[in-house]
Structures are given as structure tokens and as C-alpha cells.
């Protein structure tokens, strides 16, 4: 079975239960041999806040050294990011997997009526895919409600209600004190069952709880909240034996309360599984619990927010967290389903000075033209109206000033269709014969009849996206119509799915395809924005003043370290450190990198003031001679004094993990090194499952990137590592470097470090014997579009990427 039909499988199972119950999600894992029974399970319900409050829990968990699985639910891209172990969301082969093991019975169970919903398949596959990987915990979020949700089967550890409004009243009850009573239902059999309602609600929930811990203004738990600082909120948190201040990367007050909750729960998991949970484990984690839609600044000139606000009680909290933010004017891009109360939702939010109401792809939306008489009936003003979000967000940011605000909200459907705005990538893909066109096909799910019939149409210019079924139609009407072609993938025209697209064609017909999709609707004219960028259509060179701006520059790595695993020791005085940079710049290196922390595997951490006094002098000395500098470092005090001292760069290998380091590069202005690690410093043991792995960590390294965005550092300083060796094996570093110049999607100049790596053992050469292979590896990086090598061999670094630049055009090039 391929991906693709195992997904429309799934989505082809109805959506609500002929009758309320547990018994279809029970049948189903008992056919799954009960997955769910060994697994220390953390259940969150609650109308608001649910989703955020199950990161905060997992990330505070994951920050304790624990092993986590994570249930949420809708998705913004793809139905396997609804569940996530350590952070990655299930492999498509998984999913596969489960539909083959399932499907049979879910079969015969239709025959009779009793077959599950989508949502109750999909809590099963999570449950079989946490115990399959053997979490130490799986956090889940509830559905609906709590006592007939199927996450309910488990038997928790610690749960909570985050809090309760009138909401699918038709199920739940027409009152926040009998939806509180059935929320409640998640409250552990012999536990202490963890809540931020008040009122009518929390009489309701102790009405059915035994014991309740409550959080928030005279709860056990006291909550404060700080303002927000940026793009985060300060919380101060407390109970009788403990206090909390950090910050958090979700903006409002109701995030402090949020914060309490998810602390509360992991604390009761740790004591449980008696792990230990510091006080700086619990503030890290919250600090680095990013969930995307919820009060997501995507930009600052204009403020562009997003926020999945669904009901009239989050809209309020979302007014609430917009009047933190100063601004002028208003721009609301409104979309909503149908089932929710729209007028109670206006009403909520701020009066906006201007409207314009969409409607999400989605079956279940309210009609643009519903929701615009509501707004004109609460606002008084004249509502535009377009069937789409993406072109009602664009309309929107073209009517904004720098000043203004731009918010879109109503729906998390209504988010993630504007969020591609931010996060779609549009990936150019190596076609030179059959056998690639072949592979990029089946990278993009075309089925396999269709693989065979485009196969030999793909040797051109080829692109591969990610749109809704509506644009997918439309690409490949114009792009036919122009005598290219377009492969849409296998799954079905799902509402709630984006669909992979491969688009084929010359570099003129493609010219052709923007022009002509530009004055076209339904959001094909920022697609053919990012389709002009990723071609390079626009003939737009960046020049910065970068040595990488318009070649490949040469990065020399200079190891102040006596452990590192190529040349630990042999620079360790300041003298020989700087002795060696002046030695590489007789070579023409373009950049030194400095690092103070060995990351081979096994390494021990190195205390921030001995990492200082490793790399601070030697970067003082650096600064007064003719080379940028980089600080190779995870941590922001170290990037702070290493700037200070002189540095022009920061190479985070851990990706912007520390909390802070993102405020700091945001604070100095500089170009930052991001790579996708798994682990930093690698641990030999760790085993890390890919569907593609060049995929894979563009998908992940995306969110990286956003996350440095909304610190306040712009995306032409963001430089981006696929970090072979870090949780790759030696196939899959290879692959990244066959495909580097998929990186290009992310918009951001792309490093390759691979010197003197294990990848090398693959064609022969051991630890000692790799030097050969280091440089022609840097030839092959600079062809397939590598911005910088980062290497400890300069000299032949420097001719082999000088020579696959004279190859590529040898009329132009000239030496400096």
C-alpha cells in the first residue's frame, strides 16, 4: 500500500459516531493488542487553550531528558503532524504501516455500522505509534468534551480542563457548568485533576472531579502575567513548595494560565515516574514551547498576526493579547465554519477599520458572504469579500500601512491556508533523466500509473509545492495549457489535506505560468511569487556585502578545544589559534569559525565561562585582521561575549535550542547559522526515522527559520545547515548533498559541513584518509548550489570550489 491511499483511507472514514461512546475506539485497540494499557498517558480537555497547553507540558517534559509522544489535533499541513514523538511527526511509512494493519478490520466493522470515525482512527494510530516507539509519556489533547472523547480509552497519570465556554452545545450540554461536568470526565481515578476555569464552569468540574487543583487568581497554583516582552509573555508561576519565572513564546494573558497548568501536570508526571524536574528545566521548557497558529506574529511592517480563535471565548482572549500591541489601523481577514457562533466572535474581537471575509477550502465553512453580513451587522462597516484566504490576506497587506495590523482569525482551517503565505516550499528538483523524474514523482505521491505516463515529461524545469485541491486544479489547467505538465498527488481532494504537486516545464513556460497566475484568484498570485523566487525568474542577486552573496565562500574551522574530533588540541593557545587563522587566510578562506565545545559524539558540555575563556581572546585578536568571524556555539551568553569581542557571526549547531540565542542574534543584527540537529553533541545511540530525509529536515529546518523570524531577524541573515552527521546516517548525508539544491525553498543562504565526516566511509576512506574526499565533496557542494563549505582543509577547499565555479561559467569568471 502507498502512503497516499493508506491517507485516503483514513480520510474517507466519517466524522461523527452514529451514537455516543468508547466502544469503537476500545474494539479498535483491542484489535491493536491494547497499546494504549502500558502507557503513562497525560490528558488535556478544555474548550480553550488545549493545544498550547499540551506543547508547554511535552516541552517541559522533553527538556526533563523523557522520551515523549504528543496527540493534538486539527493539523495545519498534513494529518501526521497531529501526532509527534520527540518533537517529529510520524514517518508517512508508520502511517502506512497502521492502515494496512487496520484496514481489514476497519472493513468489517463498516459491514455492520460499527465501524470508527476518523478522529477515533487516528487516536489509535497515535496510541499504536507512542507504544510502538516506547515513549516514557504520551500527552494528548482532547477532541471533544471529555467523556466520550476517544482519548479517553486511557487511563491518565494527570490531566486537566484549561478552561470551558459554550461549545458544540448540541453534544456537551447548553451550559459552561454541565460542559465543565463533562470535560471533567478526564480527571485520573485515584489523581488531582488540574483546571484554570472559574465560575459556573468550576463548580460543574468539582461537581464531577474528586479533587481539583486549581490555577490562577487564589488557586493552589498562583499565576502572574508579566506583559509581553517581544514576541514573549513573562509568567511568574507558584505553588506551596515551588516558584517558576520565565518567559513564554505565546503571547496573552491566558498563556500565564496556560503555563500553569502544563507545569502543574508535568510535575505530576515526574513525580509518578520520579524524574527530576528542576526549577531551569521547567522555564526552559516553557521558553522553547513554539505552536504555530496560535497568536503567530508572521510579521512586524505591518503586524501580521495569526490566531486559530474559533469562538467567542478565544476571540476575547485574542482582543485582549491584541491590545498589548501598539498599532493603527485594523485589517481583519475573518473565515470561520459554519457550526460556530460568528456573531459572538465579532462582537469579541476589536472594532477593525477594515474586513474582508473568506472562507476556508473546507466543506464545513460558513459561506464569505454569511459571515460578512454579520460583521456588517455588528460593525456598521462595508465588508469585501473574496472566496479565499490566502488572496483576502494579500488584499489586506496591500491596504496596510507599515503601522497597521493584520490580523486573520476564525478558524485554525482559516490560519493554516494564510500561514502558507510564511511557510509553503516550493523546492526545485534535479531532473536530468527518467530515473530522477521517476523518483520525484513518487517523492510528490503521484500514483503509479500516473508516474509511469509523466515520467518522460519531467526532464525540464521541475518544482515541486504544496497547495490546497482547489489550486492544484488550476496549476495544472495553466501550466497544461501552456504545453507543460503538472503531477498532483495520489490523495484524494481532502478537504482538511494539502496536496504535494510536481510541476514540469521549460524556464519560458514557466515565466508564463506567473504571469498569467498573477491576476488569477484563489491565492495563485502569491504562489506565483514563490514559483518566480524558487526559479530564480526575477533575476534578483542579493548583495549584501557577504563573501557568499554571489559565490561559494570558504569557511575555515579553528577548534580551540583539546576534544574536538578532527584536530582537538592543536590549537588550544590563543597564539597557535590565531597562528592557524592567519594560515587559512593565505589560503583565502573567507570566514573563520571559532568554536570553543566539541559536538562529537559523546562530548562532554563545557561551562559558558571556561567556553569563553577558550574563544573570547582568540576572537579579540581575530577582529583586527581582514576576515569575518563566526562563533561556533549553542549558547547565547557565549554568542553574546564572543559578538562583543568582535565576532560578525553566529553557528548555532543546535539550531536556536537555547532559548535566548535568537533574541541575541535579533539584538546584534548578524548573519546566524542554523542547522537541524537531532542532537547536539550527537549521541551515538540515537536512531532517527526518515520518510526522506532531505524532506524531512526542510519541513523542520522552515519552522526554524519562522521561529528567527519572529525574534526580529530577517530572513537574508537566517543561513541554514542540513547538518549531515546530526541524527543522519552516512546514505542520508550523502542524499543531503546530492540534493542541496532543494535547500534553496527556504529562501536563505545554505552551508554544507561535512569536513572530514563518517559519511566518508561509505566510499572507503577511514578517519584518517578523508581529506581527499572532504575537498572533492566541497566541488560537488558548490555545484549543487552551496552558499558556504564550512572545512579544516582551506587550501584545497578554495581551488576545488574555484574550479566548479570557472565550470559553470567560464567566460564571467574572474580571480579577486
Known sequence: MEFHDAANFLFGLRRYPPRPGLAATESLLDHLGDPHKDLTVVQVAGSNGK??????????????????????????????????INGRRVTERALTEYVETVRPYILDRAATGASPTFFEAVTGLALWAFAR?????????????????????????????????????????????????????????????????????????????????????????????????????RVWLSGSDWRVETAVPLVGTHQADNAGVATVLARQVSSALDVDLPTETIERGLRTAHWPGRFEVMEREPLAVLDGAHNPGACERLAGTLDEFDYDDLHLVFGALADKDHRGMVEALPIPDSVVACRPDIDRAEDNAVLAAVVEDVTGLEVETTSDVTDALANALARADPDDC???????????????????LDVPKAVDDVADARQALREAHVTEP?????????VHRTLKT????????????????????????????????????????????????????D????????????????????????????????????????NVTPDSFHDGGEFETTERAVARAEEMMADDVDIVDVGGESTRPGADEVPVADECDRVVPVIERLADLDVMVSIDTRKAAVARAALDAGADIVNDVSGLADPEMRFVVAEYDCPVVVMHSIDAPVDPGTEVDYDDVVAD????????????????IDRENVIVDPGVGFGKDRRESFAMLGRLGEFRALGCPVLFGHSHKSMFDLVGRDADERLQATVAASAVAAERGADIVRVHDVAGTVAAVRVSEVASDPDTFTIE
Open 133 to 233: 516507539n516506547e515513549v516514557d509519556v504520551a500527552v494528548l489533547e482532547v477532541g471533544i468534551g471529555g467523556r466520550y472523547d476517544a482519548t479517553s480509552v486511557t487511563d491518565p497519570v494527570a490531566s486537566a480542563v484549561t478552561s470551558v465556554t459554550l461549545e458544540h452545545t448540541d453534544v456537551l450540554g447548553d451550559t459552561v457548568e454541565a460542559i465543565g461536568r463533562d470535560l471533567a470526565h478526564v480527571a485520573p481515578a485515584d489523581g488531582r485533576l488540574v483546571t484554570a476555569a472559574d465560575g459556573d464552569a468550576l463548580a460543574g468540574i468539582e461537581a464531577q472531579a474528586g479533587e481539583v487543583v486549581r490555577v490562577g487568581d487564589s488557586g493552589a497554583v498562583e499565576v502572574s502575567y508579566g506583559g509581553r516582552t517581544g514576541v514573549e509573555s
Open 406 to 424: 493584520v490580523l486573520v482569525c476564525g478558524s485554525l482551517y482559516t490560519v493554516r491556508e494564510a500561514r502558507t503565505r510564511w511557510s509553503r
Open 450 to 458: 500516473g508516474v509511469y505516463r509523466m515520467r518522460g515529461k519531467a
Open 51 to 84: 493545544g498550547s497547553t499540551a506543547r508547554m507540558t511535552e516541552s517541559v517534559l522533553r527538556e526533563a531528558g523523557l522520551d515523549v509522544g504528543l496527540y493534538t489535533s486539527p493539523h495545519l499541513d498534513s494529518v501526521r503532524e497531529r501526532i509527534r
Open 466 to 517: 504544496r497547495v490546497r485541491p482547489r489550486q492544484a486544479q488550476y496549476l495544472k489547467e495553466e501550466l497544461l495549457s501552456l504545453g507543460g505538465e503538472c503531477a498532483i498527488s495520489g490523495l484524494n481532494d481532502q478537504d482538511e489535506e494539502f496536496l504535494d504537486v510536481l510541476l514540469m516545464g521549460t524556464l519560458a513556460q514557466f515565466k508564463r505560468l506567473t504571469r498569467k497566475l
Open 519 to 558: 491576476a488569477q484568484p484563489y491565492g495563485l498570485g502569491p504562489l506565483a511569487d514563490g514559483i518566480s523566487s524558487a526559479l530564480s525568474l526575477d533575476d534578483g542577486d542579493r548583495d549584501r556585502g557577504y563573501p557568499w552573496d554571489d559565490r561559494t565562500a570558504v569557511m575555515g574551522i579553528l
Open 697 to 712: 529536515t526542510l519541513r523542520e529546518l522552515r519552522e526554524t527559520v519562522l521561529v528567527a523570524e519572529r525574534a526580529g
